[in-house]
């Protein structure tokens, strides 16, 4: 197709603009060849006639579709417009820094923070294809590492721009990446180290200028080596040209490099007072620009930065103090202020201040210093000659030692930072970052600009050679033919600069002269090349100055200062000075010796590309410009021996606003990078490029039927190509892709336009047309409706009369009469009938119902009688069975009874014989009373001799005592007075114990009233149940009956009854609820069992110590040895203590007998109990009799529905009557209770009278030896008694009486157990009857399985062998599915139970750090297994979730069995293993999470963004130079069907390793979580990504991931939440972008993205057809206004790593410890179930 064709009405051209550079226009008019104009309309709507002669055709303006592409050479037309409107849109619109331009990576500083440089970005990157995502600098440096890793070749990062363009941002990012993507192992953290040396590279060879804040004045090439598993071991630096001249001058708006504005800004603190600084502007050397501070840059604080680097280098204090003295140094030595002493003549003062503190500083000699400042020495043959200097030349001088000094100091610095990130081993491979000053061009150039564009010349040279080089392999590899292109080679200029004779080697030999000067190498310049070399040119107006027509531009270069420039000498003078400091820094710079030899020698191997001559003049070697030329040649060598890769940076304006982009600036550096180069070699072969997929997929629009019915795709394109482009030179057919011409493709695009836009015609037409039908029909079917009421109307009008309407009323009134007197006697008819009818019914109703009364009169009366006799027969039965029944009864009554008596009798037995040796001893205690009477019987006579010797005596003084006897008689009498008051006293006291007594009694009367009520009510109810019983034994005789009719019966009714058998056996499956009742009631027995015997020792302690204290009380020894036998005749005489225990007695018998009644009240109580429940019994078995009697029906099915129908109705009466002795059970417990804190109280009382007439005893001497006497009377008198007639009890008998009130209480126990044992009686028969019901639901009944204790006995020597056996040896595969959820976890816990129950410490200890250690250990050696995680995880859960519910809590054992409870942990407290395992747990939960993660994150994007889940739906933009990672019908790509397959996976490992439900919810929206944030990073990080067909694809693939949830049942898991941000973003990108009310719903609706997200988006947004529409910017400054009040993240990118807190929920095991099988695979044969 000719070029002139695509000049076409509507296309678009780019026409030259003075103020843009290019300027848009439409084409109103086709052009033809041989037109002379082109009319074209500006966008403004001005109207343009352009001169259009052949060959002079503007350039024409891509398709909107291809605009904003991440790849310049995707473009179908390649030239300098559009590259510059793609730069343009990206920058300023879409707001997009960075572009491809085939190999280069433009990158344009948008002064400005942006959040695209974290740690997710770069590990978004990382691992990704170079055309997969959007442009970065991350991606070239991802590209460099994999080729690095892939091909064992070393590579290198060349960063070229302007300044002020971002170049040492750009290299830090890539040495940042590096550092971050290749984390060493070691700890040294030599990433760290290698990114701490940016700032201290930064702080020396940094500078403020005019264009950038933060100007790097040097090259820095870095090589970062790598080991073999390409980890960062080191690094080493090579610097370039370091502007010197700054160190002494600065032009207005400048600085003086950082480090010494840092260092004066610190000047107060205590370390650097020494230094003697002050602020900045003090200095000649840092106030010369005028610009001492930069805007929003604290030096102090940055100081603090470069002493931490310094620091993390390993520098210590006092290199940094030696470094900080030789800056201050330096400052001190442009303050030395040089004085004119003549006009060839000046001098330095020695008390010149700042030239003490120079000199003292670095230890120099202050005269010394003074004096060779300004002056010099000549050395001749025959005499050294001092020459004075003038002041210009001994500031030159001043400045020159200044400037030597730093550079010194740089390299210094730069020498050691090196032998820091230095290493002791072989590097494998490096990457080297070339950060390298682009090409310059100022108002006035000078050397050091000259050096920079000779830099970039050979830069340019290296770099066209590679790009022909990449576009020669690119050919060969698809077969392409290769043509020889014609590219600029810019071989003559780097010839004319370094050639002999060159410019360098005119400079070095004008720089040997002692009189060259700049005047004369240019006039030297002007000779040889003027006229000669078209390159070179002479100014017209300047003698001084010189042009080069560089590669970029022609640049015009000023002599002065070139010779002083490259000589860069300081007089030898001043140098030995130097060496002669005291200082070792100082004297270290300027020492002599051979110059180090570069560390990068021996690693190069590879020959220049072109031979450098140098000469052999050895000063030469020593110049600036020789030393550059040979670190450049040296520079190449090493780029040629790697693989390059491009980053331009790019300069979008000089005010340094924010995302302004100014055309011309752009374009000046477009030029000069090499950019728009690479553009133009491509667009001479074929820069587009495609696929055969891609162009299937994009131009299928374009291809007939037939094109499209062969199978081959690549044939459909050929056929399709040769079809629509004749000219087969404008395209060539590869292997894989199909290479264009430039502008084919806007024409493809163009026909695939036109061709859509027709169809898009058709289809409007056919939808106008049928539109415009349905209309026209519908407004039809309206006007014929309304004619046709309207015709109706007029019909009407012109019919309606007067005598109509009266014709029309007499005819509808004769109408209505007739029709009322026809409608009436039709109605008279049919009731007389009616009547009639009704008549004779009731007459026939009426008979038939009295025949029905007589017949069923009758039958009632035979009813009557035979209903009579089997009444009397049944009553007959049952009395025989009630009779036979109470003989068994009162058998076993009789037999209990005798039982009951053997039991006394050997009780009373064991009594007798503890009596007998009681009575032994109280035998002897008697035997010595009766010696010591006989003693005192002795006594006695001989006392009543003595009395009969002295009578005689006495009778004589009879008299003389006769006076004194009615004194003693009043005496006498008086003594009477006082006992019988006495007496009295003790008697009202007796009646008042009697009264007592008698109270008690009859309030135990009242009781036991009462209870003999209750008692009778109970039976009563008994009799009820009774007869309950009976008529339900009625009822299912009837029942029985009933049945046997229905045997009968026919087929209907067999179904229904087994309808009734499903039903009945449902309510069977209750007797386990029954069971679980009757366990809950033995517990409560159990618990009441406990308290009764609790309370049954308190009471026997208690009587055993009240009659240990009665006996005690007793103590006949001490009363016979403290009373006399007066005393005791007088006590016997009163007989008062007699009476009191007699009392006592009595009080005591009152007891026995109201206890003896209570018993036997409680006997016939459990009499009719046991009755009642053995009548029960025997009813039961009675009605089973009556059940059995039915074998011999036919039918399985209605035997068992009777059994079934008989347990079911027995069980609830059972249930009612276990309840009701458990109530009786109750309140005899309460009753012996009551009885017994009754007992509690009279004996309380008893032992309070007897310690009160103990504290009478203390409180009144006399009476209590009244009391005394009293006892041992009583003591001698039943002693008398027992000698004699044997009326007196023994003082035994107390004892005796207690043990009697013991027995009584033994009895009620008696009681008690018996009532058990009839519980226990029920509950068996209830399990005997639930046995029943399961053999009738099974055919085959199974015998009972064995009851197990829920252990497993283990010996310790097996203990290894179970933890090998259980952990360490499971596998999960092939065996979780057999087995039985928690398995391993139930072992570990029934062998734990095991040592539990042994309360062994060491075994419980051993086995739980074992089991622990052996999952930690398995876990670790399967780290990437996740099967065996998944099953490890379950596992550890399960045994942390067994110990918590057997731990004996009771928060834990609220879901528990009963059972279950009895298996609980006994003996230890597990809490701090349960700790230990929620960590083991927690571990392997993360490390679960990570497998998983790590397994589907390469699928993610693939399945979610890359493949069409809806196919056809979206179409393939260009390419560009970058190879798409994936292709549309790449079958081995992952698809939707992958992610959703691989969850699928995950879910069912968990669920088959019996993972808790919880967990595996929060396991699916972490995975959910992932996906979603994988997704939407990767989105937003991908330009061709983000347009309304890729959202309707999102939003397919979401929907197929929530199916997958409820196809899961995880809709609980909040796994869909976390889809949201992507739910949105699939909603924003088909939303529609126009108007304020669609900028306020995205506000509205986007309430999970945050601001800084939603604006990527947009800007990002991309059509993919010429339908669609960008979104402008003014909208998107709308969103961002109405998003400005947000309080959100500024990241763009979503944490991937982060992790939802992870909780472990208590869930109970419903399995019994005792009914677990151990399968044969564990191989645990050595252990034993108990």
Known sequence: MAVAELYTKYNRVWIPDPEEVWRSAEIVQDYRAGDKVLHLRLEDGTELEYPSELGTLPPLRNPDILVGENDLTALSYLHEPAVLHNLRVRFAEARLIYTYSGIILVAINPYKQLPIYGDAIIHAYSGQNMGDMDPHIFAVAEEAYKQMARNNRNQSVIVSGESGAGKTVSARYAMRYFATVSKSSSNTQVEDRVLASNPITEAVGNAKTTRNDNSSRFGKYTEISFDERNQIVGANMRTYLLEKSRVV?????????????????????????????????????????????????????????????????????????DVFTVLAAILHLGNVQVTAAGAERSSISEDDCHLKVFCELLGLERSQVAQWLCHRKIVTTSETVVKPMTRLQAINARDALAKKIYAHLFDFIVDKINGALGFSGRRHSFIGVLDIYGFETFDVNSFEQFCINYANEKLQQQFNLHVFKLEQEEYMKEDIPWTLIDFYDNQPVIDLIEAKMGILELLDEECLLPHGTDENWLQKLYNNFVNKNPLFEKPRMSNTAFLIQHFADKVEYQCEGFLEKNRDTVYETLVETMQASTFHLCALFFQEGPAPSSPFGSAITVKPAKQVLKSSCKHLRTSVGSKFRSSLALLMETLNATTPHYVRCIKPNDQKLPFEFDSRRIVQQLRACGVLETIRISAQSYPSRWTYIEFYSRYGVLMTRQELAAGDKKRVCVAVLHRLIQDSNQYQLGKTKIFFRAGQVAYLEKLRLDTLRQACVVIQKRVRGWLQRKKFLRARHAAVIIQRYCRGQLTVRKAVTARALKETWAAIVLQRHCRGYLVRSLYQLIRVAA????????????????????????????????????????????????????????????????????????????????????????????????????????????????????????????????????????????????????????????????????????????????????????????????????????????????????????????????????????????????????????????????????????????????????????????????????????????????????????????????????????????????????????????LQKLFREESDVHENVRLEVARLTLENMMIPDFKQQIS???????????????????????????????????????????????????????????????????????????????????????????????????????????????????????????????????????????????LQNLILDLKPRGVVVNMLPGLPAHILLMCLRYADAQDDAAMVRS????????????????????????????????????????????????????????????????????????????????????????????????????????????????????????????????????????????????????????????????????????????????????????????????????????????QASAAKDTLEPLSQVAWLLQVKKTTDSDAQEIAERCTSLSTVQIIKILNSYTPIDDFEKRVTLSFVRKVQALLSGREDSVQLMLDTKYLFPATFPFSASPHALEQLQIPSSLKLGFLRRL
């Open 249 to 321: 001058f600065q032009s207005e708006n400048e600085r003086n490099y950082h480090i010494f504005y840092q260092l004066c800004a610190s000047a107060r603190r205590s370390e650097f007072r020494h230094l003697k600084l002050d602020r900045a502007e003090e200095f000649s050397y840092t106030r010369m620009g005028g610009s001492a501070v930069i805007e929003g840059v604290d030096d102090e604080a940055d100081m603090v930065e470069t002493q931490k680097t310094f620091a993390l280098l390993g520098f210590h204090e006092d290199f940094q103090l």
């Open 1220 to 1362: 009701e002795l458990e109530k009786q059970k109750q309140e005899l417990e309460l009753r012996l209770q009551e009885q017994t804190e009754k007992m509690k109280g009279k004996t309380e009382e008893l032992w309070d009278l007897l310690s009160r007439e103990e504290e009478e005893e203390e409180g009144a001497p006399r009476r209590a030896l009244d009391s005394q006497s009293e006892r041992d009377t009583a003591v001698e008198e039943q002693l008398r008694g027992r000698q004699g007639a044997g009326e007196l009890r023994q003082p035994s008998e107390a004892r005796g009486e207690a043990s009697g009130l013991l027995l009584e209480n033994r009895g009620l126990e008696e009681e008690l157990d018996m009532k058990d044992r009839v519980i226990k009686k029920l509950q068996d028969q209830v399990k005997t009857l639930t046995k029943t019901i399961e053999k009738a639901q099974d055919a085959h009944p199974s015998s009972g399985p064995t009851e197990y204790l829920g252990m497993l006995q283990y010996r310790r020597e097996d203990e290894a062998r179970l």
């Open 835 to 1182: 009547i009639t009818l009704q008549a004779h019914t009731r007459g026939l109703l009426a008979r038939r119902k009295y025949r029905k009364m007589l017949e069923e009169h009758k039958a009632v009366i035979l009813q009557k009688h035979a209903r009579a006799w089997l009444a009397r027969r049944r009553f007959q039965s049952i009395r025989r069975l009630v009779l036979n029944v109470q003989l068994a009864h009162r058998v076993q009554r009789l037999q209990k009874k005798l039982e009951d008596q053997n039991r006394e009798n050997h009780g009373l037995v064991e009594k007798l014989t503890s009596l007998a040796a009681l009575r032994a001893g109280d035998t002897d205690k008697v035997q010595k009373l009766e010696q010591e009477l006989e003693r005192a019987a002795a006594q006695r006579r001989s006392t009543e001799e003595k009395e009969r010797k002295y009578r005689d005596a006495v009778e004589q003084k009879l008299a003389a005592l006769q006076k004194h006897n009615s004194e003693l008689e009043i005496q006498k009498a008086q003594v009477q007075l006082r006992l019988q008051e006495k007496t009295q006293e003790l008697e009202e006291q007796m009646d008042k114990l009697t009264k007592q007594l008698l109270d008690d009694v009859q309030k135990e009367e009242r009781q036991r009233a009462l209870l003999e009520k209750s008692f009778e009510l109970k039976a009563q109810d008994y009799e009820k149940q009774l007869q309950s019983l009976r008529e339900e034994t009625l009822a299912l005789q009837r029942e029985k009956a009933q049945l046997q009719r229905e045997l009968e019966e026919e087929r209907v009714a067999r179904e229904g009854l087994k309808g009734e058998v499903a039903r009945l056996s449902q309510q069977a499956k209750t007797i386990s609820e029954f069971e679980k009742e009757i366990e809950l009631l033995q517990m409560q027995k159990i618990d009441v069992e406990k308290l009764v015997q609790s309370q049954k020792r308190e009471m026997r302690e208690k009587m055993s110590k009240v009659t240990r204290q009665l006996l005690e009380s007793y103590d006949i020894e001490d009363v016979r040895s403290r009373l006399s036998a007066e005393d005791l005749g007088r006590l016997n005489e009163d007989g008062e203590l007699w009476f009191a225990y007699e009392g006592l007695k009595k009080a005591t018998r009152v007891l026995e007998s109201h206890f003896q009644s209570q018993k036997d009240s409680y006997e016939k109580e459990i009499e009719a109990l046991n009755f009642k429940v053995e009548h029960l019994s025997q009813e039961i078995g009675r």
């Open 1407 to 1610: 086995l739980l750090d074992g089991a622990i250690s052996a999952i930690k250990q398995v876990v670790k050696e399967h780290l990437e297994d996740f099967e065996m995680l998944s099953f490890w995880l379950s596992n550890t859960c399960h045994f942390l979730n067994c110990l918590k519910q057997y731990s004996g809590e009771e928060e834990f054992m609220r879901q528990n069995s009963p059972s279950q409870n009895k298996n609980c942990l006994s003996n230890f407290d597990l809490s701090e293993y349960r700790q230990i395992l929620s960590d083991v747990a927690i571990r392997i939960y993360h490390q679960f999470i990570i497998v998983m993660e790590n397994s589907i994150q390469p699928i993610i994007v693939p399945g979610m963004l890359e493949y069409e889940s809806l196919q056809g739906l979206s179409g393939l933009k260009p390419t560009g130079f970058r190879k798409r990672s994936s292709s549309i019908d790449d079958t081995d790509a992952y698809t939707m069907t992958s992610v959703l397959q691989q969850l699928s996976y995950f879910h069912c490992t968990m669920c088959q390793s019996g993972l808790d439900a919880e967990l595996v919810r929060q396991a699916v929206k972490q995975l959910f979580y992932l996906i979603g944030a994988v997704t939407l990073n990767s989105l937003f990080l991908r330009k061709d990504m983000c347009s309304c067909r890729k959202g309707m694809q999102i939003r397919c693939n979401i929907s197929y991931l929530e199916e997958w949830l409820k196809d899961k049942n995880l």
